[in-house]
């Protein structure tokens, strides 16, 4: 059974900090991996998205790697800004279809 | 872009009422559609798989008689949860997955979710 794990569970930075979002999976037999950002009480925004042949994919400051063999996976965040924070969701699509997600990275840029 | 819809954003209900949320994807057509539910400061669980013009799959631990999924379109789902009661009081997303193409190829897009709260 997939399980992921996303380390630390909550992180506080000052602005302008680069940071590192851990997410680590048991199954490495994924189609592909997605982060995602959800601000408190709302629904999910698609950040990156890669897949399982791909190592990396980047947008503006953000750049998303994947080891799919070790089952993990990071996002880097490029000099933060308070509109950062935010809760960001690992998830993985398995070969099934079924996307798992885990728990989240509570972040908070403090200005 | 692709655009997945969901209505109500959110509803209040008492308990023992029946409440239907619907999912729609507005500019693709979507054979499978997904419903999770998260509870606050939890994450995504996936409920059941919903297919259209079959039945649904339901993941382990979900009533399937307590969440009806009906997929009676390429467009739309629709979760009515039976007899609601404070504990079913959560954030309900569904996802829909194009029908083109190949299955690995393509992603789901998330709808904004549906607040329910159950008095």
């Known amino acids: 059974k997939q399980e992921v794990t996303q380390i630390p569970a909550a992180l506080s930075v000052p602005e302008g900090e680069n940071l590192v979002l851990n997410c680590s999976f048991t199954d490495s037999a994924i189609y592909n991996l997605q982060w995602f950002r959800q601000d408190p009480g709302k629904g999910l925004t698609s950040l990156l998205l890669?897949?399982?042949?791909?190592r990396e994919q980047t947008s503006g400051r953000l750049n998303a790697s994947l080891d799919k063999s070790s089952g993990r996976s990071t996002l880097y965040i490029a000099a933060s800004q308070p509109g950062d924070s935010a809760t960001y969701l690992c998830?993985?699509?398995?070969?099934?279809?079924?996307?798992?997600f885990g728990k989240g990275t509570r972040l908070h840029i403090l200005p | 872009g692709a655009v997945v819809s969901q209505h109500p954003s959110w509803v209040i209900c008492k308990s023992g009422t029946s409440v239907k949320i619907e999912c729609r994807s507005l500019d693709f057509q979507a054979t499978t559609m997904f419903w999770y539910r998260q509870f606050p400061k939890q994450s995504l669980m996936l409920m059941a798989t919903s297919n259209e013009g079959s039945k649904a799959t339901y993941e382990q631990g979900v009533e399937k008689d307590k969440f009806l999924i009906n997929h009676a379109s390429l467009t739309l789902s629709t979760l009515t949860v039976t007899s609601a009661h404070p504990e079913d009081s959560s954030f309900y997303i569904c996802?829909?997955?194009?029908?083109?193409?190949?299955?690995?190829?393509?992603?789901?897009?998330f709808g904004p979710g549906t607040r329910l709260l159950v008095l």
């Open positions: 996802s829909a997955r194009p029908t083109s193409g190949g299955a690995y190829q393509e992603t789901q897009y």
């Open positions: 998830a993985v699509r398995n070969r099934d279809d079924k996307i798992i």
């Open positions: 890669i897949q399982s042949s791909q």
